[in-house]
């Protein structure tokens, strides 16, 4: 069955780091960009990075750009979200999905929930001030 798995939220200060990871499993990996969204209490889901299906570019919304750094490990179908300089902003729930090429060949363009295949459940990040 197809599942991506996201881990790593959790409570954290203002100021300081989280790891997230996406574990994905029955499909393709490396034919799929994978993004990351995040959906803060009240507001629409929104993306906020991007890598390729070929890892090469990547994408970062203005929000988190310097902040947020996206990386992958084909071998074993992991991709990593390391925040950094955390925000109380940045408390959200945090999704990581998957887009089939040609759509995710180099995340050209701003990923909506519908051009998504497949989707976790969400990981959730608390910052505190």
């Known amino acids: 069955e197809v599942q991506l798995v996201e881990s790593g939220g959790g409570l954290v200060q203002a100021g300081g780091s989280l790891r997230l990871s996406c574990a994905a499993s029955g499909f393709t990996f490396d034919d799929y960009a994978i993004a990351w969204f995040r959906q803060a209490p009240g507001k629409e889901r929104e993306e906020v990075s991007c890598i390729g299906s070929g890892r090469g570019n990547t994408y970062y919304a203005d929000s988190v750009k310097g902040r947020f750094t996206i990386s992958s490990d084909s071998a074993q179908n992991t991709v990593f979200l390391q925040m950094n300089s955390l925000k109380p902003e940045d408390t959200a729930v945090y999704y990581c999905?998957?887009?089939?090429?040609?759509?995710?060949?180099?995340?050209?363009?701003?990923?909506?929930?519908?051009?998504?295949?497949?989707w976790g459940k969400g990981t959730l990040v608390t910052v505190s001030s």
């Open positions: 999905a998957a887009a089939p090429s040609p759509l995710g060949a180099s995340c050209y363009r701003i990923f909506y929930y519908d051009d998504m295949d497949y």
